[in-house]
């Protein structure tokens, strides 16, 4: 997800130069911080609902995915881990909330989708799954690049692996402290992904300060032996509202 | 495009230290810097191709996007721009060349798309075009996301821009001095990106040293009130090698 600087200035802050970079005063929002990791993980990620969840295996998982998939689902039952539910769009994880309505939002078109599951063939693009833990505030993405997420022949599109790394810090920082807007996002890339790896993503929450999050990324192989990238990112703390009742 | 630094190291590059950032000794790499922009161009952006070209107007493109895209294709006949043509993947733009021999490409799988091109129906994924000054050595991206690149709902996701940032990035820095690997890719977020909405991406090459290019962007509506994003990346130079005759 984005910062908009523009209309969170009209939430309260501002920028300290007009042109410069957006300047965060200590301002005591109380929006920011008001619920735990706990409640937002029970309301995120509810483990009954009628949306579909794209987070689920199909048939074109690796044994290597697959696997360690299973493992992450194991720890969901004794180690604190929770998966994270993966909706069409955030429309569906947020429903009953919305963005502050000093954001307005231009539409409701229905036709949207979440950017990292607009491809919907099995395996062509985005397979990915992530789990959270709420106590220590990380999180482990499974990810998986189909071949339409190219970029040079044969390999992922450093772009893919970008927006892969920005949804998984937005849904950590939101799960770990009402982080809703990208500030700023830096990667450094180390080695090409080959098109049907096993990509794992170790985040970690290092962090929260000044209504800001501070979170960061190693995406590499299983065996750790490979460094994909190197990812850090630090998003802006902003409560969803309760929709008024119908 | 992504930077292979384990693999840029088998063609004679190291790492300083193991685990630490890649660091480029000032090598005489003959491959680098072999082409003027000029000739890339004339090979990247071939004026005649059988392949299709997926940067060109179609039903939904909104008014602003076309009478934008219709001022730069004047400029193509007298100003010294070119139109960087879009194809299904690298492959095609790549035809006839090949990656690095030392650069293994694990799969020749067909079915393999550009990432920015992996959603087919107008409108609903990536539009855009980008033209290129190979004097200037600059670009400029007019990039429309639809409802299938969102995050929050009725915005762009912020990766989505990432990714277009770095495509563009990639072309530019090819285009400009065979640019073929990010090494780095930075972005701060300044405003949400309304769906549909026409963004235009000012991309400049700040300088080429040591095999490496810089290059910056400014990702703004049309008329510079609001901007979207800045960023900034480094490439890392390397010549594409000839394709053995079959």
Redo the contacts between chains.
């Keep these: 997800?984005?910062?908009?600087?523009?209309?969170v200035a009209r939430l309260g802050l501002h920028r300290a130069l007009p042109?410069a970079?957006?300047v965060l005063p200590r301002l005591n929002l109380t929006s920011a911080s008001g619920s735990s990791a706990d409640s937002l993980v029970s309301r995120f990620c509810p483990e009954k609902t009628d949306f579909q969840d794209y987070a689920l295996p199909n048939a074109s998982w690796s044994p290597d995915m697959l696997s360690l998939y299973q493992d992450f689902m194991e720890k969901t039952k004794a180690s604190g881990w929770v998966k994270v539910p993966s909706f069409k769009?955030?429309?569906e994880h947020?429903h009953g909330l919305?963005?502050p309505s000093s954001?307005a939002?231009?539409?409701?078109?229905s036709?949207?989708?979440?950017?990292?599951r607009?491809?919907q063939v099995e395996g062509?693009?985005y397979e990915y799954v992530i789990f959270f833990h709420p106590a220590k505030k990380k999180s482990v993405c499974l990810f998986q690049p189909g071949?339409?997420?190219?970029?040079?022949?044969?390999?992922?599109?450093?772009?893919?692996?970008?927006?892969?790394?920005?949804?998984t810090f937005?849904k950590t920082a939101y799960l770990a402290g009402e982080g809703?807007?990208?500030?700023?996002?830096?990667?450094?890339?180390?080695?090409?992904?080959?098109?049907?790896s096993l990509v794992v993503l170790n985040v970690d929450v290092e962090k929260i300060e000044d209504q800001k999050i501070y979170i960061s990324c190693i995406a590499q192989t299983r065996d750790q032996e490979?460094v994909y990238?190197k990812s850090s990112a630090v998003f802006l703390q902003l409560q969803l509202e309760e929709e008024s009742p119908q």
């Design positions: 997800m984005i910062r908009r600087c523009f209309q042109g970079p957006c769009s955030n429309r947020i919305k963005l954001l939002v231009p539409s409701d078109k036709n949207g989708r979440l950017f990292t607009c491809i062509q693009g071949p339409y997420l190219e970029g040079p022949p044969g390999f992922a599109h450093g772009g893919s692996l970008a927006a892969m790394v920005d949804e937005a809703l807007f990208t500030f700023s996002l830096n990667i450094r890339f180390k080695n090409l992904i080959p098109v049907g490979t990238a």
